[in-house]
């Protein structure tokens, strides 16, 4: 496998801008307690087969967000077992770690936190910290939190780094935009008034939409939203999300055809369509209200192959404003983006034990490859990995 060292890879954000630099992980699921440190640039695109651990480095952002906003052990009770979350189980790995390093122009901050099992079956925090560092500062300042916690230290920590380090964590937010069946959040009514964010799986895309349609200083970025709907479904017109009959607090996604007066519901939208419209919103949605890492599981299910093109345009534009993960299997979806872009996800035996690695491929060394094929046929032939 030709691969390079991920620590050659930058972020080719503005100096001002401040961005998710690495993320190493220990002992989380299928990444064992030999440290994974993966750098990250502005668009970071997951390859691998089922089981790889593509799913898991998503996971790791889910358990981040879920932190900072005091819902850990919220999380772990959404796996099912807190002995779940640890490589091969508490009897192997009895704890994890997890270390973000934040870069801006002129400082560089990192929160390190470690999680322990106790009995009965519990997480714990064992330890947590943030160390902060300014251009020219001789020595970092390195302030330790609390431990033996249930929930984040940084939850009530006034101090300057660790007020800013909650805030990035809470900026990281993961979106999966698969449940479309009919009893999903995203076709049925909403309260109006919950805009403050879009949620992870477009729950209140409706009452998201409508207020950014109302507000003079986004309604700009509503339109454009509809503009690029319009490309991937020609008879679409525009949403109609005015307030529910009988109810003026609920809303829906409703909407109108081209010369037709007809009013549409949400079911009356196509799986893809629906995901095509929460993933738009989400890409297209105003500059300051963008998460500073977008984490996006599998977009491309149910796209058609034209939709799969928009969708890799939106998201190299949203990346000039934020950073974004993505899982994929899609070879339409590799095929929008560089091999620069491109982190080789690979579970790789090793004492009778599976463990994931995350690499990227060596374009220097790749370069006759490149000539005659493309990523996703390199990508096929397993000339750099990613195949079971």
């Not at 090793?350 to 690499?359: I, T």
């Amino acid at each position: 496998h030709k691969m390079a060292n991920s620590d050659k890879t930058k972020c080719s954000a503005s100096s001002d801008r401040i961005y998710l630099q690495s993320i190493e992980i220990e002992g989380f699921k299928s990444i064992s307690s030999d440290s994974q440190c993966i750098r990250l640039s502005d668009v970071n695109v997951l390859l691998g087969a089922n089981g790889s651990g593509k799913s898991n480095l998503v996971s790791i952002f889910k358990l981040i967000s879920y932190l900072a906003t005091g819902a850990l052990q919220e999380f772990i009770g959404k796996e099912g077992f807190a002995d779940s979350i640890l490589h091969y189980g508490s009897k192997i790995t009895n704890k994890m770690f997890c270390k973000l390093v934040f870069v801006a122009d002129n400082k560089e901050t990192c929160y390190a936190l470690h999680l322990s099992h106790g009995m009965p079956d519990q997480i714990f925090i064992s330890g947590e910290n943030v160390n902060y560092q300014e251009k020219g500062q001789a020595t970092p300042l390195d302030h330790h939190l609390p431990s033996g916690s249930r929930e984040s230290g940084l939850l009530d920590d006034d101090k300057g780094p660790c007020k800013f380090v909650l805030g990035m964590l809470r900026r990281i937010q993961s979106f999966q935009f698969h449940d479309t069946s009919d009893t999903a959040k995203i076709r049925s009514h909403g309260y109006i008034d919950d805009t403050r964010y879009l949620r992870s799986d477009g729950g209140n895309l409706a009452a998201f939409l409508r207020a950014m349609r109302d507000d003079s200083s986004s309604k700009k970025y509503y339109q454009r939203i509809v503009r690029h709907i319009q490309k991937i479904m020609p008879q679409f017109k525009d949403f109609d999300i005015e307030p529910t009959n009988g109810n003026s607090k609920q809303v829906r996604l409703n909407w109108r055809e081209r010369d037709s007066d007809y009013l549409f519901g949400p079911h009356q939208i196509s799986d893809g369509s629906l995901r095509f419209m929460a993933l738009t919103t989400l890409l297209m949605q105003p500059p300051d209200l963008l998460p500073n890492l977008i984490v996006l599981d599998e977009p491309e299910l149910g796209l058609h192959p034209a939709a799969i093109s928009h969708l890799a345009a939106m998201v190299r534009d949203a990346a000039t404003r934020c950073q974004i993960i993505v899982a994929t299997q899609s070879t339409r979806l590799v095929d929008e983006f560089s091999l620069d872009d491109i982190i080789i996800v690979e579970s790789r035996e090793e004492n009778l034990r599976f463990k994931s690695r995350y690499l990227r491929p060596d374009k220097v060394e790749l370069q006759d490859w490149l000539k005659r094929y493309s990523t996703s046929e390199l990508w096929e032939k397993n000339v750099f990995g990613g195949q079971p």
